[in-house]
């Protein structure tokens, strides 16, 4: 089924929905719930965005290719880019982790740590 030019399968289809009634809806709570789920399904559903992830971390594998594990006071001006680009990486699967877990919940039956995928992300942004 498409969507606002979006390919949704069924799941994705009724939660769609039930977005739309809680937007509907004068619980405030769910108001904001209801944004929360919309900004991630734009954000994860939608191809550019995986796209741009996958970019990422393809530079951080760039990166980490590039570091020299010699330098250890980190004097050199490759080292401080390196660095910088780390920390953007990092910012950046730091931020997707916290919509997703704002969007799904962190637990529960559709929750962000149901998926294995998810749990992997979450143990390398908390160790990174």
């Known amino acids: 089924m498409i969507l606002d030019g979006i390919e949704t ?4 289809h009724d939660m769609l929905n039930s977005i739309m009634l809680n937007v509907t809806s004068v619980h405030p709570g769910a108001l904001r719930c209801s944004y929360c ?6 954000l994860t559903l939608l191809t550019w965005f995986e796209r741009i992830s996958m970019f990422v971390i393809l530079i951080n594998c760039v990166t980490l ?7 250890e006071n980190c004097v050199t001006t490759r080292c401080h880019v390196l660095e910088n680009i780390e920390h953007f990486v990092f910012a950046f699967f730091f931020a997707e982790m916290v919509i997703k877990m704002v969007a799904m919940g962190i637990v529960g039956k559709k929750g962000y740590l149901q998926d294995k995928w998810n749990r992997l992300d979450c143990f390398i942004v908390i160790i990174g």
């Open 65 to 71: 290719a590039m570091y020299n594990p010699l330098d």
């Open 9 to 12: 399968c069924f799941d994705c």
């Open 37 to 42: 789920k919309l900004l991630h399904f734009s």
